[in-house]
């Protein structure tokens, strides 16, 4: 008997385990050897208005703004080999953040439906978060991003703010 429930034992611990492991979506969100911390969402979509990112440190403008339309998101983060936009501080992860342009459904005052296309920012799991308007957000969730919205990225002393081709002053 003894040796009939070890068999049974040995035959359960050889079946296979279909279970999520994310090892081959690991291989497939892969660029340039590095695997991204985020997959593009189906409702991902160049924007159609011409958005920036204005960068201030101690409330100077730093060089130019970051055009930020010309693709449907961009990456935050240290690690150069991936990040769309580099943050060379050492609060900063390597990959920290995201901006991603999402199209989203919206309901018209008279009832009909619109489609538009709207920034959102997620933060990939830092250590020392990512700061919407001063306010820490949560990992792994997307945000909604508001035109003269404030970007920081963990204790770094720059600030992105985010402003479109038809903002006033």
């Not at 068999?7 to 999520?20: G, H, M, Y």
């Not at 930020?68 to 080999?81: A, D, T, V, W």
């Not at 489609?115 to 933060?123: A, G, H, V």
């Not at 957000?137 to 508001?146: C, F, G, K, V």
Request: charged letters at 30%; proline letters at 5%; glycine letters at 6%.
């Amino acid at each position: 008997m003894k040796a009939a429930e070890e068999a049974l034992e040995e035959k359960q611990k050889q079946k296979p385990s279909f279970e999520l492991s994310g090892k081959l979506a690991a291989e497939t969100n892969r660029f340039r050897g590095i695997t991204l911390l985020f997959n593009e969402p189906q409702e991902a979509r160049k924007p159609d208005i011409k958005w920036r990112l204005y960068v201030f440190k101690g409330g100077e403008v730093l060089n130019e703004p970051l055009y930020i339309h010309r693709q449907s998101c961009y990456l935050f983060g240290r690690e150069r080999r991936v990040a769309d936009i580099p943050t060379d501080h050492p609060s900063c992860s390597k990959q920290h953040a995201v901006i991603q342009f999402r199209q989203v459904e919206e309901e018209q005052l008279d009832g009909t439906m619109t489609k538009k296309i709207r920034p959102y920012i997620m933060d990939l799991g830092s250590t020392n978060k990512t700061f919407i308007n001063e306010s820490p957000i949560e990992p792994q969730r997307y945000y909604e991003l508001r035109e003269k919205d404030t970007i920081k990225f963990g204790n770094s002393s720059r600030e992105y703010v985010l402003l479109h081709e038809n903002s006033i002053g």
